[in-house]
């Protein structure tokens, strides 16, 4: 079995390891260093919690440990797709690099343009960025990316899902061709294909899992829901959320709930809290400070279940999270892998729980067509409420006796003639029409003058 110490590493960046208490390397790493020491490109694809960050950061370290940063002209880049992962990765950096005198600096939204302008004017050997942050730096003429050797794409398929492809594309060509480039992906769509055949030059291709598979420690579930009525669904779905969470007892040390929507998010963290639970929320429309503070909270245990966007899908690093909670169906099938992915990290065990309304069948079946399995189904923890009886109606009461009715005019027989009806008197009748047939008007009557001709009339 291969271990750290057989990767031609740095002593005191293998010294950090062994205080971390790592031993053995994730195939990932086994895979990826050894190439990425000998200067070539790398293109990794493994399923997240596999220590991609780690097999790029070793490297780095490595081959950053000889040389000086000048100013505003960083000597690596590692391009991140949310600042949750980029905050992540600067933390691997300070774990790995405490014995190499290293500098790094983060670029991220939600801190001070004037705080990361003094940072990079000092010179960095490391600058860990998104890819927004970085070219409004890059516009504003405080950075240059000329002295850039080492450049990091990190979860090139989320850049994919949230539109930096173009961006991604605009910082390659700002950064020098001779340049080595790393780049990981769990997943590879052909535009990401695409990248790595145009900015990658005959990378070493290392795939440690099928594409898009997730980890076979998670136990994954799904458990199919009908509202009652459609103005019932969102608080009904609540409730069998809360059932979902009480099943597990004990087990669920800590656990993230995944909604589509960040509208969501905040909605059911708050009635998580209305019902007893130690819950919040994270999504990217929060204060920088206070998503950070959340993260803190959940990392250190002092949080017991996190409500979250997309956006802490990818690169959160909590090792011992114990379950997953789809409160939706993802709509993109890759994100649910990478969603459970939060569990079942390092090789320990996790749980996914999914819910599943009718109109989210479609998406399921992506889902368990793109991981090549059938999800088991769970039945509803929360059992339909009987329906009540409808009251047996009153008889009706008896009706109150009447007097009998007059003998109905009886219909004359064959034999008999029909009674005549009465003469209506002369003059106009109902409906202005006349009823006498008297000679109206001249009658047989002609004068005269009619009968002329009417060469008669005129010589007349």
Known sequence: MTKFTDLNLNPKVLKAIEEAGYETPTPIQAGAIPPA?????????????????????????????????????????????????????????????????????????????????????????????????????????????????????????????????????????????????????????????????????????????????????????????????RDREGSEKRKVLRALIDNEGDKLTNGIIFCNRKSDVDIVAKSLKKYGYDASPIHGDLDQSQRTKTLDGFREGSLRILVASDVAARGLDVPSVSHVFNFDVPGHAEDYVHRIGRTGRAGREGKAITICIPRDDKALDAVEKLIQKEIPRLDNPVKPEPKAEKPARAAKPEPEAREPRKEAARSPRKDEKPAQKPERASGRGKYGKRDDKSVVGMGDHLPSFIALSFAERRAS
């Open 37 to 229: 020491l000998e200067g070539r490109d790398v293109l990794g694809i493994a399923q997240t919690g596999t220590g991609k960050t780690a097999s790029f950061t070793l490297p780095m370290i490595t081959m950053l440990a000889r040389g000086r940063a000048r100013a505003r002209m960083p000597r690596s880049l590692v391009l991140c797709p949310t600042r949750e992962l980029a905050a992540q990765v600067a933390e691997n950096f300070d774990t790995y690099a405490k014995h190499v005198k290293l500098t790094k600096a983060l670029l991220i939204g939600g801190v001070s343009f004037k705080e990361q302008d003094a940072l990079i004017d000092k010179g960095v050997d490391v600058l860990i960025a998104t890819p927004g942050r970085l070219l409004d730096h890059f516009e504003r003429g405080k950075l240059l990316l000329t002295g850039v050797q080492v450049m990091v794409v990190d979860e090139a398929d989320r850049m994919l899902d949230m539109g930096f492809i173009p961006d991604i594309e605009r910082i390659f060509s700002l950064t020098p061709f001779t340049r080595q480039t790393l780049f990981f992906s769990a997943t590879m769509a052909p535009e990401i294909e695409r990248i790595t055949n145009t900015f990658l030059s005959g990378p070493a291709r290392i795939e440690v899992a099928r594409q898009a598979t997730a980890s076979e420690t998670i136990e994954q579930a799904v458990v199919q829901f009908k509202a009652s009525r």
